[in-house]
């Protein structure tokens, strides 16, 4: 959302490298979540929402139950700023130490859809 879609759009060009195709959407606004936004998570394996803002009552809470209101049942993982005191420093130094960054994001999004896979294929026996 907003000053993150950047990296966002970063962590997609790796995610890129890395075979794993996605998309990327800024919001014009973030509440209501916009009504086009469920049915194009339904299209996908994973979504993700990204904000420098908390992850508690967040854009990420808004968008998962809109997703569950449209009964579109596909996994959710929000990175935003935890609910703790944070290390006073550069804008880039605390974003880095709270894990949003490209790499991080990236890995984490690629992390939760190998876990996916994992998953889906144990289900099915195979």
Sequence with gaps: VGVLAPVCLNAADLLAGAGIRCTVVDPRWVKPVDE?????????????????NSRAGGVGSAVGQALRDASVDVPLRTFGIPEQFLAHGKRAEVLADIGLTPVEIAGRISAALAAGAATRTEESGA
Aim: aromatic content about 0%.
């Design 36 to 52: 086009e936004l469920p049915p194009l998570a339904a299209r996908h394996r994973l979504v993700a929402v990204v904000e420098d």
